[in-house]
């Protein structure tokens, strides 16, 4: 019995990868699909990306299957997979339901927030958040969804907050692009949202995000052209340089 029972094992998973480090595999690949270190619309070799992780295929083709559902990875019946297209249209209506995400979550954050937590967020902020010389995009980017997160979650509805976490994950890199130019403005909105906020004003709080995160669709045609010249001519300054 216990000869089967290994036998099975080493069938089904006997690289100790298979099954435990999935979940490490599909973090990197995550990472990579977010940041386009696939080109958009590259077929994506999996022996290749299996050598590059130090992993079998069998876990890769698990966290790439895992990934089609988040909207990072595509799969064509018979090509494989396939890293997203950089769309202009589909970047725009990702913004749009996240502002209407954004701005439903802050009506219910000033009716159900408690003080104690409304108050937490606040002070968070202005901790931790207000603070941005000296930091990368890729930072700056990383307190503003976190900020963003903390204000939706005072609306106490968890599915809302993931539903918003997995938007954030598909405009991540055009949010990066767009950084450089929206700096200027980012800190005076928050600070706005947060004292809108402190007072409960939810009208107030929906006109500051609505205007905070709405785009029209040419502005994102610009940010996406500034983001298809970075991947494809290295020598232009681009993220992490």
């Known amino acids: 019995m216990a000869g089967g029972q290994r036998r099975r094992g080493a069938e089904t998973g006997g690289d100790a990868d298979t099954d ?8 990197a690949v995550r990472r990579m699909a977010i940041a386009y270190e696939f080109l958009p619309g590259e ?3 999996e022996g290749e ?3 590059k992780l130090g992993a079998s ?7 790439l299957n895992r990934l089609i559902a988040d ?4 799969f064509k019946p018979g090509q494989g997979f396939f890293c997203r297209p950089l769309d202009p249209k589909e970047i725009y209506d990702l913004y749009e339901v996240r502002r209407i995400l954004e701005t439903e979550a802050v009506r219910l954050s000033c009716e159900r927030a408690s003080e104690e937590t409304l108050q937490a967020v606040v002070a968070d902020y202005a901790a931790h958040g207000a603070e941005t010389a000296g930091k990368s995009v890729e930072d700056l980017v990383e307190d503003d969804e976190r900020f963003h997160i903390a204000v939706a979650g005072l609306a106490g509805n968890g599915e809302l907050v993931k539903r918003l976490g997995k938007i954030n994950e598909r405009i991540r890199f055009v949010r990066w692009i767009d950084m450089d130019d929206r700096l200027p403005y980012t800190r005076g909105e928050h600070e706005a949202l947060v004292a809108a906020l402190a007072k409960r004003d939810a009208e107030a709080c929906v006109t500051v ?3 905070h995160i709405g785009k029209r669709l040419d502005q994102i045609v610009a ?3 500034r983001g298809i010249s970075r991947l494809y001519v290295p020598d232009i300054p681009g993220i992490g340089s």
Do not use: K, Y
């Open 20 to 27: 435990s480090n999935v979940g490490r595999i599909e973090e």
């Open 43 to 45: 077929r994506i070799n």
């Open 49 to 51: 990306l299996a050598r």
């Open 57 to 63: 295929r069998t876990p890769v083709r698990e966290a």
């Open 71 to 74: 909207g990072l990875i595509q």
């Open 209 to 211: 995000l609505s205007s």
């Open 223 to 225: 940010v996406v052209r």
